[in-house]
């Protein structure tokens, strides 16, 4: 029982009789968390911000991963994503989970159950190829909380003629992210353009003085846009997650 909707059908059984309270406080039991030993499941979540826990495949086996994306499925999540994993962690969720789908680029597997119907829109767009895993990341990621997601990649200031064919989806979005690396310059480009929220995520893409995606950080975070929000380096994940927040909240209850 990880979901809001679930809570109140249950307590509107006990108003109405139809199930005991001794029997509501038993399924209640087991929230907020699953203890699994090496792991402590936070399965009250999505009751909590409207999205499930996800799981960082970095640093974890593939014992551990399955174990945790088992304990949610059974906890009733939405949907369940696994970020960072390899191909072979990818693959035993895969076997473990019916209907798991995996995105290999972004190096993430996921399980939709019952993901809302979409609303709102998020623009993705990035300053190149190279800052793909972190655009479908962010894709997933905001998909998954039950917005509409469109993506333009490769549209950097180097050739900057093409953001044009972005620019109707920039202007009608909720949120928009803007994914690059290098100088990230297009990060003040689009925050200057778009009249929504905007979302910059520096990636580590980029030569010697890029310096890991420290550079394009800076150059975000000093950028002269008004409204221009920043995540850390690569944390597609979390853009994705505020960025669905943001276009659900434009769209009301």
């Not at 895969?94 to 995105?103: K, L, S, V």
């Not at 190829?129 to 479908?136: A, I, Q, R």
């Not at 962010?138 to 200031?157: F, P, Q």
């Not at 979005?173 to 929220?197: F, H, I, K, N, S």
């Amino acid at each position: 029982m990880t979901r809001r909707p679930e809570i109140e059908e249950l307590l509107e059984a006990v108003a109405e009789g139809a199930l005991a309270p001794a029997d509501a406080a038993a399924r209640l039991a087991s929230l907020p968390f699953l203890e699994l030993g090496f792991a402590t499941v936070d399965t009250h979540r999505e009751v909590r911000q409207g999205a499930p826990e996800a799981i960082l495949g970095e640093g974890k086996t593939i014992e551990q991963v399955v174990a945790i994306a088992r304990a949610l499925e059974e906890a009733g999540a939405s949907s369940i994503l696994v970020t960072r994993a390899s191909a072979d962690m990818r693959a035993a969720v895969r076997e473990a989970i019916p209907g798991a789908e995996e995105h290999e680029l972004a190096r993430a597997v996921w399980v939709r159950r019952d993901v809302p119907e979409p609303r709102g829109l998020v623009t993705v767009v990035s300053g190149g190829t190279s800052d793909g895993p972190v655009v479908h990341e962010v894709r997933i990621r905001a998909e998954l909380m039950g917005v509409n997601v469109v993506v333009h990649e490769d549209v950097g200031a180097a050739g900057i003629h093409r953001l044009r064919p972005a620019l109707p989806d920039i202007a009608r979005a909720d949120c928009v992210v803007v994914v690059a690396g290098m100088d990230a310059a297009l990060a003040t480009l689009v925050g200057g353009l778009a009249a929504c929220p905007v979302i910059g995520v520096p990636t580590s893409v980029g030569y010697g003085s890029a310096h890991g995606g420290q550079t394009a950080l800076n150059a975000m975070l000093a950028s002269c846009v008004d409204g221009l929000a920043v995540v850390g380096i690569d944390d597609g994940l979390g853009a994705g997650s505020v960025a669905a927040r943001i276009a659900l909240a434009r769209c009301g209850p």
